[in-house]
């Protein structure tokens, strides 16, 4: 296809009648957002959710994105207007919309201050993140600053040359400050736990570490809060792409493919404004903490344990997994016996119908979403998806041989070689580290050790425990000498 064919905001009206598009005047948007980390979920979830508002007819709440790295994003979709294709595909068809909630994109290591001056512009109330675990340069086990992080060393020695998201964030604060300017709002919408009180706790501290008195402006006076986000959202492949395009009769260079379901549950707290989010389906309360453990635990940590058994199984994606003998019914029986027991009581919350959902969500055979995908970064989100859920069954005398299983598959896969001997490509921030630890292991106690001396993944507690170093031991034993079929199948009979 030629430039000319490529989704535009003046090709808008050339789209087939049966394409969504923006029901709003796009020149007359206001930025009102500045979100940070502009990846597949944010596009397949908050901007959707911003989309609708804007053609409620608020049109204050234009999003401006940007990214801390790659320039990919922004070069696709800056020709497109900022324009792209969500696809929601299920087992009877797929439905396209183009979404329009972009005002710009930005790429924060090209220009770091087109960047700040973004966050600073006084029409701008909310910055809202998806940067992933790893972005918040904190520890996973205790959810503290790391401050001997190399982005955090360089931003508190250069603050006005930023490179990570919690540098870029307090150096837009001072700006604002010191020009009097309404303090923003931030919006995380990680899978962290309490990620806006995580988020005030690494922003505080580097502040305070910054200026003393900063650091108390922080704590006091910026509002940070906490999400529960879900929506499951593949990589985009090359044949997604030439499928979107053809059936746009237009190019779209990075669609996006996701599944019906979207939740967010959101704390109420924006003294400066936020958009009615609500009217598309986002929920506000006053404590989102018992919405997220309920996914974090049931959703998230089932979906790393298929991950992890699934890819060394040989399985591409979580549906072929489901697909396979025995891993329906081992996720089942771990939310229902291990996972579930820990969680409290959530008012107009049916747990019972919700696991049956996720299962059908993980088995939707036209999302394909690929276990290699879903283990990246294992490091970062083991300790919230299994290893918070382990100490409370730990707590409660209670066994937990399934999670500890997934764990044991998270040890086995980062270790970084397959079944059949190949190189995993592991992309975690501790993979060397986790491969040089694995180098030289020749049991499953051996490779137990070395792994649980990851301080900044299993804490202090979890080594110490004879119960679990024993559970994640024999798990790990059973995989290295069955494989994750045959400790999979055998789990689920038990």
């Known amino acids: 296809m030629s430039a000319t064919d490529r989704l535009s905001n003046s090709r808008l009206r050339d789209l087939p009648s049966t394409v969504a598009r923006p029901g709003y005047d796009r020149s007359r948007m206001q930025t009102g957002i500045v979100h940070i980390g502009i990846g597949a979920f944010h596009r397949a979830h908050q901007a959707v959710y911003t989309d609708a508002v804007l053609a409620g007819g608020d049109l204050g709440w234009g999003i401006v994105g940007a990214s801390l790295r790659s320039v990919d994003t922004r070069d696709a979709l800056a020709p497109q207007d900022g324009l792209y294709t969500v696809v929601v595909r299920d087992g009877g068809g797929e439905r396209l919309s183009v979404i329009?909630?972009?005002?710009?994109?930005?790429?924060?290591?090209?220009?770091?201050?087109?960047?700040?001056?973004?966050?600073?512009?006084?029409?701008?109330?909310i910055i809202s993140l998806t940067v992933t675990e790893k972005g918040y340069c904190h520890s996973p086990a205790s959810g503290e600053l790391d401050e001997a992080h190399p982005d955090i060393r360089h931003d508190l020695a250069s603050p006005n040359l930023p490179r990570s998201v919690i540098g870029f964030i307090v150096e837009a604060i001072a700006r604002r400050r010191a020009a009097r300017v309404r303090p923003f709002t931030l919006l995380s919408c990680d899978n962290l736990p309490a990620n806006g009180r995580t988020l005030k706790r690494v922003v505080s501290r580097f502040a305070a570490l910054r200026d003393a008195d900063l650091g108390r402006f922080v704590a006091g006076e910026i509002a940070c809060p906490s999400t529960m986000v879900d929506r499951i959202v593949p990589a985009t492949t090359d044949a997604d792409r030439a499928a979107v395009s053809r059936a746009l009769g237009m190019e779209d260079a990075w669609p996006i493919m996701t599944e019906p379901f979207s939740q967010w549950?959101?704390?109420?707290?924006?003294?400066?404004?936020?958009?009615?989010?609500?009217?598309?389906?986002?929920?506000?309360?006053?404590?989102?903490?018992?919405?997220?453990?309920m996914k974090l635990r049931l959703l998230n940590g089932s979906h790393s344990t298929l991950a992890y058994l699934g890819y060394l199984a040989g399985h591409e994606t979580v549906s072929d997994t489901m697909a396979a003998p025995g891993f329906a019914t081992l996720?089942?029986?771990?939310?229902?016996?291990?996972?579930?027991?820990?969680?409290?009581?959530?008012p107009g919350i049916d747990l019972e119908a919700y696991k049956t959902d996720l299962l059908a969500?993980?088995?939707?055979?036209a999302l394909r979403h690929r276990t290699w995908q879903i283990a990246m970064d294992g490091s970062q989100k083991l300790p919230q998806r299994l290893l918070g859920t382990i100490r409370d069954r730990i707590a409660a005398g209670a066994p937990f041989a399934r999670l500890a299983l997934g764990v044991a598959a998270?040890?086995?896969?980062?270790?970084?070689?397959?079944?059949?001997?190949?190189r995993i490509d592991v992309r975690d921030p501790l993979a060397e580290t986790m491969r040089e630890r694995a180098e030289g292991c020749a049991s499953a106690a051996e490779l137990t050790a070395a792994f649980l001396e990851l301080?900044?993944?299993?804490?202090?507690?979890?080594p110490a425990n004879p119960h679990f170093v024993a559970a994640v031991e024999a798990a790990l034993d059973d995989l290295l000498a069955n494989g994750a079929a045959a400790s999979a199948a055998r789990m689920a009979a038990a």
Not at 337 to 344: A, D, G, M, R
């Open 100 to 125: 329009g909630s972009s005002t710009g994109l930005l790429v924060a290591p090209e220009n770091p201050q087109a960047l700040l001056a973004a966050m600073t512009d006084p029409q701008v109330k």
């Open 265 to 293: 549950v959101i704390e109420d707290d924006f003294p400066a404004g936020r958009p009615a989010w609500e009217m598309a389906g986002a929920t506000f309360v006053s404590d989102v903490d018992p919405y997220e453990l």
């Open 331 to 346: 996720v089942r029986s771990m939310m229902d016996e291990e996972v579930t027991p820990t969680l409290p009581r959530l």
């Open 361 to 365: 969500r993980f088995r939707n055979p």
């Open 410 to 422: 998270w040890i086995r896969y980062a270790a970084g070689t397959d079944e059949k001997g190949g």
């Open 455 to 462: 301080e900044q993944v299993f804490g202090l507690d979890l």
